[in-house]
């Protein structure tokens, strides 16, 4: 093998890498995934408001919807990799900041005196997912490229 050709197959092995990323990037963060997740989120989450007997059905669809859903996504994923310490740490984190933003609104929503605040807040949290997803992706995006996982 001369030198030209080395390089021509590093260049092509490259070209795949760079494939594989923005195909599992573009899976990760699918609208349909979000769209779901959203859904899922709100519905556990405004339970709260409901009576007693449809809470529990209102916590088991929202269950249902959140890991049918990530069932989905992940027997569909044409691209994975494998799940390391500091993803399942950046996870942790984000999943505490939507607890504490949650609380945060139905308490303040408690003091308001507002009707259905569960239901407000869990309409400002998922709202709030969403849009931190859109604002994270660049930052996972160059979290994963830097180290060369995929």
């Known amino acids: 093998m001369n030198p030209h050709d080395a390089q021509t197959a590093l260049d092509a092995i490259r070209h795949r890498q760079e494939q594989t990323?923005?195909?599992?990037?573009?899976?990760?963060?699918?609208?349909?995934?979000?769209?779901?997740?959203?859904?899922?989120?709100?519905?556990?989450?405004?339970?709260?408001?409901?009576?007693?007997?449809?809470?529990t059905a209102a916590v088991l669809v929202g269950n249902a919807l959140v890991l049918g859903g990530l069932f989905v996504h992940r027997r569909r994923a044409p691209v994975s990799r494998k799940a390391v310490g500091s993803d399942a740490l950046v996870y942790g984190v984000?999943?505490?900041?939507?607890?504490?933003?949650?609380?945060?609104?139905?308490?303040?929503?408690?003091?308001?005196?507002?009707?259905?605040?569960?239901?407000?807040?869990a309409a400002v949290t998922?709202?709030?997912?969403?849009?931190?997803?859109?604002?994270?992706?660049?930052?996972?995006?160059?979290?994963?490229?830097?180290?060369?996982?995929?």
Do not use: M
């Open 21 to 55: 990323f923005d195909e599992y990037l573009r899976h990760a963060y699918s609208r349909p995934q979000l769209i779901v997740s959203a859904l899922g989120l709100f519905t556990v989450c405004s339970s709260f408001d409901v009576p007693s007997p449809w809470r």
């Open 94 to 121: 984000a999943g505490v900041l939507v607890l504490v933003l949650f609380w945060s609104v139905a308490i303040a929503g408690y003091f308001l005196g507002l009707p259905a605040r569960h239901t407000i807040a």
């Open 126 to 150: 998922a709202l709030a997912a969403v849009g931190a997803s859109y604002l994270l992706r660049p930052v996972v995006e160059n979290a994963i490229r830097r180290k060369g996982q995929c």
